[in-house]
């Protein structure tokens, strides 16, 4: 009787750690459709196929990807915007359904913007939009639907006076295609900018101040993070070590999310050519790391990318 327990029992054992492998086998992610966040993720997406892993990445509503950790469905988020984002977390940081492991960036920003000749003629602050509703046709430019809450709560707050202005929602390429085609005729347009970003070099653009309440201080000024579904980096402690290990500077990101905007390389191209530009990186990213059948994940990934 005692060897049957003992046999039941290695068997479970053995189950449950192939059942924990299996869920480690593909890693799932998602962006909201922002390009650093598509860079940053075809970063993390490049280093784990060449360690054997597969990945699966989707561009999700901000909303949907936080419910999508909840429920177990997504593994991995690269794009966690301190503060801008804190009210999306929160009731999943107070669950602990999701958890931060990390800073990947510091220096980010992230509020609303004009361009120069705008800011030149007198709009510094966000209450002075109020001040020109013809000139601004009282349309705020955003991005994607469920990443644009806090202009959305900035036209909804009386102290502001844009009663009755619109958040016009389309996508990042999209929101930027009306920002060049304004510039181009100098007409006034007001938008959602961010660094890092190519934008901050393609337009002679200004931040707006009066936004601290929602964006927080120094124009939004963030630092952005790593989180994982609850109990993915015990499931998964390898893919974990190179999570909590990703890390990328304003001018990293900023180039490799030219690559896309401008050459129309897809994230994981760009992210390529950003690694074989920066190899020093992966001793860093990769320390400690190992290969899906635990060889030595930097040897792996500079053999795959011919470094």
């Known amino acids: 009787m005692t060897k049957v327990l003992f046999t039941a029992a290695s068997l479970t054992a053995l189950l449950s750690a192939g059942a924990a492998q299996a869920q480690c086998d593909t890693v799932r992610m998602a962006e909201p459709g922002w390009t650093d966040l598509a860079l940053t993720t075809g970063i993390a997406s490049v280093l784990l196929e060449a360690m054997g892993y597969e990945t699966d990445s989707k561009v999700l509503g901000i909303p949907v990807i936080y419910e999508s950790m909840k429920r177990g469905d997504l593994d991995l988020f690269l794009g966690y915007w301190d503060p801008a984002m804190t009210q999306y977390y929160a009731p999943y940081e107070a669950d602990g359904s999701v958890t931060?492991?990390?800073?990947?960036?510091?220096?980010?920003?992230?509020?609303?913007?004009?361009?120069?000749?705008?800011?030149?003629?007198?709009?510094?602050?966000?209450a002075d939009l109020a001040k020109f509703p013809e000139e601004f046709g009282e349309k705020i430019y955003g991005i994607e639907p469920g990443s644009n809450e806090l202009m959305l709560a900035i036209v909804a707050d009386e102290a502001f006076g844009l009663d009755g202005w619109d958040v016009v929602e389309s996508s990042e390429q999209g929101m930027l295609a009306q920002v060049a085609n304004a510039v181009r005729r100098d007409e006034w347009i007001v938008f959602n900018g961010w660094a890092p970003h190519p934008m901050n070099t393609r337009f002679e653009m200004e931040y707006l101040t009066g936004g601290d309440a929602y964006y927080g201080p120094n124009f939004g000024g963030a630092t952005v993070h790593t989180q994982v579904r609850a109990g993915y980096l015990d499931a998964c402690p390898n893919i974990g070590k190179l999570a909590t290990q990703l890390a990328f500077d304003v001018d990293l990101e900023s180039e490799g999310m030219g690559y896309i905007l401008t050459d129309g390389d897809d994230a994981e191209a760009a992210a390529e050519k950003v690694i074989k530009a920066h190899p020093d990186l992966l001793e860093g990213w990769l320390d400690g790391v190992t290969t899906k059948d635990g060889a030595p994940a930097l040897d792996a990934v500079k053999a795959e990318l011919g470094l």
Request: charged letters at 20%; glycine letters at 8%; proline letters at 4%.
């Open 100 to 126: 931060t492991v990390s800073q990947n960036l510091e220096g980010a920003k992230y509020t609303f913007a004009v361009p120069k000749y705008v800011y030149d003629a007198g709009v510094h602050d966000i």
